[in-house]
């Protein structure tokens, strides 16, 4: 079993920055793509951003040209750097991992509990 664990959450005035992780552990051979999504109140869960297993990434509009999301594979971790935080930042943020697993032919997808962000004076 693959399990998620994301921290670096909290309260933040806006203008101001956040550092969020996510841990891997468990059994696994790789991971490849790895995202973070946000869901808040009354709002479906959207991808924020997505770093391929080389290093390459992709962020939703609302994300670009503030948020970073980087990786450290030795440590099985993922990142997301906030910077410039608005109001509509606000919402839980989750990790998501596409793990391959020994044995099995296919990938499998896995979620972190979330970590709750607010952004509000």
């Known amino acids: 079993q693959v399990q998620l664990v994301e921290s670096g959450g909290g309260l933040v005035q806006p203008g101001g920055s956040l550092r969020l992780s996510c841990v891997a552990s468990?059994?696994?051979?790789?991971?490849?793509?790895m995202r973070w999504y946000r869901q808040a109140p009354g709002n479906e869960r959207e991808l924020v951003a997505t770093?391929?297993?080389?290093?390459?990434?992709d962020y939703a509009d609302s994300a670009k040209g503030r948020f970073t999301i980087s990786r450290d594979n030795a440590k099985n971790t993922v990142y997301l750097q906030m910077n410039s935080l608005k109001p509509e930042d606000t919402a839980v943020y989750y990790c998501?991992?596409?793990?391959?697993?020994?044995?099995?032919?296919?990938?499998?997808?896995?979620w972190g509990q979330g970590t709750q962000v607010t952004v509000s004076s």
């Open positions: 468990g059994t696994f051979s790789s991971i490849g793509a």
């Open positions: 998501n991992a596409i793990v391959r697993r020994q044995f099995y032919p296919h990938d499998f997808s896995y």
């Open positions: 770093i391929s297993s080389d290093d390459s990434a």
